[in-house]
């Protein structure tokens, strides 16, 4: 069936370095996809979203990136912050498709 | 502010009792979700309606029900049934264009005692 799978389930790094969190989606037909930021015990924050037609996207000090010929996107933090530590998970979906599909996250750690 | 809100934050559950997680939402949203999420896990699909006085089973449906009364509230009910209900519960909604993400509840922390 269709799966949204991330790469790695934790990330550490240091304070003031850039982030990559990665992502792999599986159904050919989504043309839509959206990262969400979960923090301890709230519900998930909408960061930035995509769609198909893009190959990046840039917003305050997060960018993502598209690549529709592996089926992978990714989300970068440039100069992480401790405020940045969180559970990030991407999302896949789109108008020829059901309920968005959600990957299971990557808890990133800022080391200060 | 238009948003969605999730009521009780933390809910504790004695054996063999039935409790409901409210969910409003004023984002004039058709539709509504309600995820389960357990301890370094994703999110899990319970039921979902598209528009009122309608839903749909998702991927773990067993011991819980739903109702869709009116768009602003989908209320879970957590039954006895539901034999391992320790979990954090998350309500969500959307528009019905696929092409749109959801916005999501702080959701409801329920503990069994």
């Known amino acids: 069936g269709e799966s949204v799978g991330l790469h790695l389930p934790t990330l550490s790094v240091q304070e003031g370095d850039n982030s990559i969190i990665n992502c792999a989606y599986s159904?050919?037909?989504?043309?839509?996809f959206i990262w969400y930021k979960q923090e301890s015990g709230k519900g998930p924050q909408f960061i930035i979203d995509?769609?198909?037609?893009?190959d990046k996207r840039q917003g305050q000090r997060v960018t993502v990136l598209l690549n529709k010929t592996v089926k992978h996107l990714s989300l970068q933090i440039a100069a992480t912050q401790p405020g940045d530590s969180a559970v990030y998970f991407c999302?896949?979906?789109?108008?020829?498709?059901?309920?968005?599909?959600f990957g299971k996250g990557t808890k990133l750690s800022v080391k200060p | 502010d238009g948003g969605i809100t999730q009521s009780p934050k933390y809910l504790f559950r004695k054996e063999g009792q039935n409790v409901t997680l409210s969910c409003e939402q004023n984002l004039n949203h058709d539709a509504m979700y309600w995820y389960r999420q357990d301890p370094g896990q994703g999110l899990r699909l319970i039921y979902y309606?598209?528009?009122?006085?309608?839903?749909q089973k998702g991927d773990i449906a067993e011991g819980y029900s739903v109702s869709r009364e009116k768009k602003e509230s989908f209320p879970l009910t957590v039954t006895s049934a539901q034999k391992n209900p320790t979990a954090f519960y998350l309500c969500a909604s959307s528009t019905n264009d696929r092409g749109y993400g959801y916005t999501f509840g702080s959701g409801t922390r329920l503990t069994v005692v």
């Open positions: 309606s598209q528009i009122v006085n309608d839903f």
């Open positions: 159904n050919s037909a989504s043309d839509y």
């Open positions: 995509i769609r198909s037609n893009m």
């Open positions: 999302a896949a979906g789109g108008r020829s498709q059901g309920n968005l599909i």
